[in-house]
């Protein structure tokens, strides 16, 4: 689909997060059944960008910032995923573009792809994993078995498999993906993708939306 292709609604945002935060505490938000705070709500206790944050392209202190929140089994996601990819190529020398995992409870796989993309992560291999989860969403989405799937791409990709299998295994993995989802739940993040460039909370209405704010931000 063509980037200047109208999008509804429906298509762009997934599911609303029925999960909490709890300041300071690192919690899998997925675990716990009570709602999620309304947009709008305080921001205080998170930052959009922290220093553990994965960076798709770093251009450095006084560039524009672009951040999403993505659930890898989101079609929506893999819908923007080649679009994104597009703006990075583009603007990567001057635009930072960070993203930030958002699992939400109605795709069970998502929490095991993120697990997966921060397992390579720890072998240096985040950005490819994170290219291939979305890439092969089709191959995945709603598959039994993409545990062993993800351990295929991990292997494709020339990791240690001995390791990525005991990064999969830690609770310290685990919570890696639950710190970017607290932190969407508490900026008040409420579906996948969602965009913010500079600290704005974009509302998109068609795939060129994002483009055109990083274009402004550009030119400011």
């Known amino acids: 689909m063509p980037r200047s292709a109208a999008v509804s609604i429906a298509a762009v945002v997934g599911a609303l997060v029925l999960i909490v935060a709890v300041a ?7 675990e716990s059944p ?3 705070p309304a947009p709008g ?27 999403e929140f993505f659930d890898y089994e989101c079609p929506a996601c893999g819908q923007f995923a080649p679009i994104v990819d597009d703006l990075v190529e583009r603007h990567g ?7 930030r995992y958002f699992p939400l409870p109605s795709h069970p796989n998502a929490i095991p792809a993120a697990v997966a993309a921060e397992a390579a992560a720890q072998q240096g291999a985040f950005a490819e994993m994170h290219a291939l989860l ?16 993800f351990r295929g791409y991990a292997e494709e ?11 999969v295994a830690a609770d310290a993995t685990l919570d890696r993906v639950a710190l970017d989802a607290n932190a969407g739940i508490a900026l008040g993040v409420p579906s996948t993708p969602t965009f913010y460039v500079d600290g704005e909370q974009l509302q998109l209405r068609d795939f060129g ?8 931000a550009l030119a400011e």
């Open 24 to 30: 300071l505490l690192v919690v899998r938000p997925w």
């Open 34 to 36: 009570t709602a999620a």
């Open 41 to 67: 709500a305080s921001t205080a206790s998170a930052e959009l960008v922290d220093e553990s944050t994965h960076l798709l392209s770093d251009a450095g202190p006084g560039a524009p910032v672009v951040v």
């Open 93 to 99: 020398d001057e635009v930072t573009f960070a993203v």
């Open 134 to 149: 979305l890439e092969r969403q089709s191959d995945w989405a709603g598959a039994d078995g993409a545990e062993e799937t």
């Open 157 to 167: 990709l020339g990791l240690d498999l001995a390791a990525f299998d005991q990064a």
């Open 209 to 216: 939306d994002l483009e055109a704010a990083i274009e402004a």
